[in-house]
């Protein structure tokens, strides 16, 4: 059964905070659009903050952690706490593993979900990060579903990622600051859609090049 360390698997999370870093100004942009233009800057400060504190030593779920307590304590705006719960769902789903299969990886990436739906108004189709997370997750999973190896399943959570990301063109956003221009809202990306479609495929690439079995 393909599997990856959890010991081992902690320098994922360096990687993803390399992806939002070299964003910045992208995600800056597309936020500027309908929002406050600060998305890119707050997210690469939470997340180069975290790398600087990693020393390459930490478990994925250590990491996650640390990552989370960063972006809880030390970012602006919504995403700070969306995101910060949400990978501290993710690290407590995995919490003293010492492997991470195609099952556990499901039901990590489902807890961080429903961090995210915990603590947010917004579902799907709402101009939001879960129009990437949502079927990113349910492509990953229906993919294990039907026995497809984990690394397909993994190109599967990316590709969904990244559709999903792109629906959100065509919505009318309905949360946040973004909701109150109404149907000027439609035609620009969601920064939280981009952002968390950036994360999820770092994700996938890292678990993918870590997979034993």
């Not at 690469?44 to 952690?65: C, I, N, P, Q, V």
């Not at 195609?102 to 995210?116: P, Y």
């Not at 792109?166 to 952002?195: P, Q």
């Amino acid at each position: 059964m393909e599997r990856i360390s959890n010991a081992d698997a902690g320098g994922i999370v360096a990687e993803i905070a390399r992806v939002i870093v070299a964003n910045k100004a992208y995600l800056s942009e597309i936020d500027g659009k309908i929002g406050d233009g600060d998305h890119g800057v707050n997210m690469a400060k939470g997340f180069g903050r975290t790398a600087e504190k990693l020393d390459g030593t930490e478990s994925l779920d250590e990491a996650m952690s640390v990552l989370s307590d960063v972006l809880m304590s030390e970012i602006g705006g919504s995403m700070g706490p969306l995101y910060g719960m949400m990978f501290s769902g993710m690290a407590e789903a995995i919490e003293e593993a010492w492997e991470i299969d195609a099952v556990l990886f499901g039901d990590m990436l489902q807890n961080g979900l429903d961090e995210v739906k915990d603590i947010g108004s917004a579902d799907v189709g709402d101009k939001t990060l879960l129009d990437a997370y949502a079927p990113a997750l349910d492509a990953y999973r229906s993919a294990i579903g039907d026995g497809k190896p984990m690394a397909e399943a993994l190109d599967a959570m990316r590709a969904a990622a990244e559709a999903g990301r792109d629906s959100t063109i065509d919505m009318i956003a309905k949360v946040g600051r973004a909701s109150r221009l109404g149907e000027r809202s439609r035609g620009v990306l969601d920064a939280g859609a981009t952002s968390c479609s950036l994360i999820l495929g770092t994700l996938a690439e890292g678990v993918k090049r870590r997979l034993d079995g």
